[in-house]
């Protein structure tokens, strides 16, 4: 497979509507890729938390309809990262949307793990309830999203729900981009799964983005990783290695925690 992961800049100044026909444009430069990966929360900026409310949109809202055309005209798959969506009654969620290469709607996730403790996200927007996986010709996706990456346990979910690919878009800090990378690699290993980890560039309200987008194998080496600045981070990778690392090692298969297994049965 052939992913391209696009570390979108949050540029000041620049309209929601510029910023989606520029994103627009990039996706359809994607044109031979299989999947195409955005960033967290690129229409506003991930720190931006005074935009959420103002450019919340509904799941089928402008951007929706962008990146679903885009991602027909691409003829890709297209996780198009997340926007401020407004629910018809009334709470936002931090949601991610997938699309085919014919620009359906395969999968939405709203995000579970939001960040600020107790401001931010963590106040301003209402918390996802469901792991959601998107099955692909080639592999399984597992979503999550940025702070969602700091959970092992949502990940480990989605082993057990088929998925064998993580897909991960970030609006992640410059600050902590150690961990970013730590982080990405452990859930790699520990799931014996490729990770593609999307984060953005730029400044978003004052705080520097991370960007270093990263792609990692399911034995944890880092096939590729972009640098601070660079817009488009492509890889090649065989989604077959999932399956392959897991029965030459079958780490998953000795799992005890969190496990359901028969009950045996009291015969005296």
């Given at each position: 497979?052939?992913?391209?992961?696009?570390?979108?800049?949050?540029n000041?100044?620049?309209?929601?509507?510029?910023?989606?026909?520029?994103?627009?444009?990039?996706?359809?430069?994607?044109?031979?890729a299989?999947?195409?990966?955005?960033?967290?929360?690129?229409?506003?900026?991930?720190?931006a938390?005074?935009?959420?409310?103002?450019?919340?949109?509904?799941?089928?809202?402008?951007?929706?309809?962008?990146?679903?055309?885009?991602?027909?005209?691409?003829?890709?798959?297209?996780?198009?990262?997340?926007?401020?969506?407004?629910?018809?009654?009334?709470?936002?969620?931090?949601?991610?949307?997938?699309?085919?290469?014919?620009?359906?709607?395969?999968?939405?996730?709203?995000?579970?793990?939001?960040?600020?403790?107790?401001?931010?996200?963590?106040?301003?927007?209402?918390?996802?309830?469901?792991?959601?996986?998107?099955?692909?010709?080639?592999?399984?996706?597992?979503?999550?999203?940025?702070?969602?990456?700091?959970?092992?346990?949502?990940?480990?979910?989605?082993?057990?729900?088929?998925?064998?690919?993580?897909?991960l878009?970030a609006?992640?800090?410059?600050?902590?981009?150690?961990?970013?990378?730590?982080?990405?690699?452990?859930?790699?290993?520990?799931?014996?799964?490729?990770?593609?980890?999307?984060?953005?560039?730029?400044?978003?309200?004052?705080?520097?983005?991370?960007?270093?987008?990263?792609?990692?194998?399911?034995?944890?080496?880092?096939?590729?990783?972009?640098?601070?600045?660079?817009?488009?981070?492509?890889?090649?990778?065989?989604?077959?290695?999932?399956?392959?690392?897991?029965?030459?090692?079958?780490?998953?298969?000795?799992?005890?925690?969190?496990?359901?297994?028969?009950?045996?049965?009291?015969?005296?």
């Amino acid at each position: 497979m052939r992913a391209s992961l696009l570390q979108v800049a949050v540029n000041e100044g620049e309209s929601v509507e510029s910023r989606r026909r520029r994103v627009a444009g990039l996706v359809r430069e994607q044109a031979g890729a299989d999947l195409v990966v955005l960033p967290e929360l690129w229409t506003t900026g991930a720190f931006a938390y005074e935009e959420f409310a103002r450019e919340a949109e509904p799941l089928e809202g402008p951007t929706f309809e962008a990146m679903a055309e885009a991602a027909s005209d691409a003829g890709v798959w297209l996780h198009a990262g997340s926007i401020p969506e407004r629910d018809p009654e009334g709470p936002l969620y931090n949601t991610s949307l997938v699309f085919s290469p014919s620009g359906q709607l395969a999968a939405a996730y709203r995000k579970i793990h939001r960040f600020g403790f107790d401001k931010g996200e963590a106040v301003l927007m209402s918390a996802g309830q469901e792991l959601v996986t998107v099955r692909l010709p080639d592999t399984t996706l597992g979503l999550g999203t940025c702070y969602d990456l700091r959970f092992p346990e949502l990940f480990r979910g989605l082993v057990d729900a088929g998925a064998e690919t993580f897909v991960l878009p970030a609006g992640w800090p410059e600050r902590r981009r150690a961990h970013w990378t730590l982080l990405a690699r452990a859930r790699a290993v520990e799931n014996q799964a490729f990770v593609l980890a999307c984060g953005t560039a730029g400044t978003h309200a004052g705080v520097p983005q991370a960007g270093h987008s990263i792609v990692v194998d399911p034995w944890g080496e880092v096939l590729a990783e972009a640098g601070p600045g660079e817009e488009t981070l492509t890889v090649e990778f065989d989604p077959a290695r999932t399956a392959e690392t897991r029965e030459q090692f079958p780490a998953l298969k000795d799992r005890v925690l969190g496990v359901e297994r028969p009950r045996r049965q009291n015969l005296s």
